[in-house]
């Protein structure tokens, strides 16, 4: 049995040649395509319908143990910073890296917030001593009168030593069942773990080893206890009583300010901060200015409007 051969057209081999890379230009073209028309899923704040922290809220500071004046001056000036209307700042501000924070309680139909510095009370004598509980913080908090009425900042001084410090925190908020209060509390972390809590103010402890910024305002400890302040202020007032605004679960939620780790200006990725000011004197980095001159370098914060962190430069 034979074979019947039958004839076949055959094309030129440059139109062979040609057809082959129309082909394979298609298939790159349409993977382009597809690649631009991804999106990663947004980092969405879900509100819980909790209670937040509207209106006038006056912060009080419990300074415990031994702080300079120019450090509290460094940190009281910051809170002055966020609502500042007869002081006119130069922009970017810190009151407008504040008005993230506000988009977010009016989103949920509140009114803005409005920082008020009340009460100041210092402790130089360590009356509970110089390594602390987690429960000594709500105790100090609970001493500052004026608690009931709004936000209480328990600040440490740098030999104090509080449970958890360093090793899985830098601070944290709470707060109190009692007087229905709030409360915030930092460390200063410039002699015990400044390249964990005092970044990028200090060579990090772990990752890229790059040269540390220097601090807006002179001090590490102080500069760096502002950037905690700031992240745990936004976290407060817009999820104070773990039922506000937050993503993930309960027990380990994401706030507006610490679901933008490391993130200070534009291009930040891990061991670099991101573009930002700097001082042509002093030669230090910053991204917010304040009242009378001061700056600031604060985290970025998850923008509601556009659900991405923005560092307000």
């Not at 209106?55 to 009281?76: A, C, N, P, T």
């Not at 229905?180 to 990028?200: E, R």
């Not at 206890?225 to 700031?230: L, Y």
């Not at 991204?287 to 600031?296: I, Q």
């Amino acid at each position: 049995m034979g074979f019947k051969q039958t004839s076949k057209t055959t094309l030129p081999l440059a139109l062979v040649v040609l057809l082959i890379h129309l082909t394979l230009l298609t298939q790159c073209l349409a993977t382009r395509k597809l690649a631009s028309l991804y999106q990663p899923p947004p980092n969405l704040l879900k509100y819980h319908k909790g209670a937040l922290l509207e209106g006038d809220l006056h912060v009080s500071i419990f300074w415990y143990g031994k702080f300079s004046s120019s450090q509290k001056s460094i940190i009281s000036d910051f809170l002055l910073s966020l609502n500042s209307p007869s002081q006119p700042q130069e922009q970017p501000s810190v009151s407008e890296w504040w008005k993230i924070v506000d988009s977010l309680i009016q989103k949920a139909g509140k009114s803005p917030t409005r920082i008020l510095l009340s009460t100041q009370i210092t402790d130089e004598t360590y009356s509970l001593g110089k390594t602390l509980k987690r429960s000594d913080i709500s105790t100090l908090a609970r001493g500052v009168k004026s608690a009931s009425a709004g936000l209480t900042l328990v600040l440490t001084s740098e030999d104090v030593a509080v449970d958890g410090f360093c090793m899985s925190n830098c601070g944290f908020h709470g707060s109190d069942a009692e007087t229905k209060s709030v409360f915030i509390w930092v460390g200063n972390s410039v002699s015990q773990c400044p390249g964990q809590c005092a970044w990028p103010f200090h060579q990090p402890l772990y990752g890229p080893q790059t040269p540390p910024l220097i601090a807006p305002n002179g001090d590490v400890g102080a500069d760096g206890m502002v950037i905690n302040i700031a992240s745990l202020l936004a976290g407060a007032v817009t999820n104070p009583f773990g039922n506000g605004y937050y993503q993930g679960p309960t027990d380990a939620p994401l706030e507006v300010a610490s679901a933008c780790p490391g993130i200070y200006g534009k291009g930040a990725y891990p061991g670099y901060a991101g573009e930002l000011l700097q001082d042509p004197t002093s030669k230090c980095s910053y991204n917010a200015h304040g009242v009378d001159g001061r700056k600031y370098l604060l985290p970025a914060l998850l923008d509601p409007e556009t659900s991405t962190c923005s560092t307000i430069m």
